[in-house]
């Protein structure tokens, strides 16, 4: 069993930066693809960044490519998302994940272990 926990949420101004930072205890997130996908009121979970073992492998949705930067410590077992100039519409519950494979995903269905979730809130 892995245990994803996701820290580093909060209210944050318009234009401003938040760090969300994903722990793994009990066991490590291995050789595994992991990812930050969020859910914002009345909407459905969307996937947001993916990163594969290999860091240099990433995958961001068009909403965050250029504003957001996923990164990983295999030697920590940490997932950190980087959020730069957020807007309201970037108000949501965010996740962290792990794969059950290592190429980087956008398929929730190919996540296995999931964070109970950070709440980030934009307020313009």
């Known amino acids: 069993q892995v245990q994803l926990v996701e820290s580093g949420g909060g209210l944050v101004q318009a234009g401003g930066s938040l760090r969300l930072s994903c722990a793994a205890s009990?066991?490590?997130?291995?050789?595994?693809?992991l990812g930050w996908f969020r859910r914002a009121p009345g909407k459905e979970r969307e996937f947001v960044a993916g990163?594969?073992?290999?860091?240099?492998?990433?995958a961001y949705a068009d909403s965050v490519r250029g504003r957001f930067t996923i990164s990983r410590d295999n030697a920590k077992n940490t997932l950190t998302l980087q959020m730069e100039s957020l807007t309201p519409e970037d108000t949501a519950v965010y996740s962290c994940?792990?794969?059950?494979?290592?190429?980087?995903?956008?398929?929730?269905?190919?996540?296995?272990?999931w964070g109970q979730g950070t709440q980030v809130t934009v307020s313009s």
């Open positions: 009990g066991r490590s997130f291995g050789s595994y693809a």
């Open positions: 990163i594969a073992f290999i860091s240099r492998h990433t």
């Open positions: 994940a792990r794969s059950r494979g290592v190429g980087v995903t956008t398929f929730q269905g190919d996540y296995d272990y």
